[in-house]
């Protein structure tokens, strides 16, 4: 399983973004997913997590209400739409999937909320 990230950037306090996972290779295999992020000089935290139907999510306390995470199994992509962005969550955000009990990461890409 390959996952690659797309969509970070720069925004101004209060805008939005939208993180997509694309997901390549036995996708068929994969269950869970999830996003996370690590900002500098801090460990790696658990922002969203989904189950491989999408019908069960769960966020951090720290982005619920302002984060949701889905995810088009069609397309092999998982979203994650940031909305009301703070400073504190700018970070490196990191997507990964557990297929077959190994779990797989993606690259990363930067989010920068400016204030």
């Known amino acids: 399983v390959q996952l690659v990230e797309s969509g970070g950037g720069l925004v101004q306090a209060g805008g939005s973004l939208r993180l997509s996972c694309a997901a390549s290779g036995s996708t068929f295999s994969i269950n869970i997913m999830g996003w996370y992020r690590q900002a500098p000089g801090k460990q790696r935290e658990l922002v969203a997590v989904?189950?491989?139907?999408?019908?069960?999510?769960n966020y951090a306390d720290s982005v619920k209400d302002r984060f949701t995470i889905s995810r088009d199994n069609a397309k092999n992509t998982m979203y994650l739409q940031m909305n009301s962005l703070k400073p504190e969550d700018t970070a490196v955000y990191y997507c990964n999937a557990w297929a077959r009990g190994d779990l797989y990461w993606g690259q990363g890409t930067q989010v920068t909320v400016s204030s």
């Open positions: 989904i189950t491989s139907g999408g019908g069960r999510t």
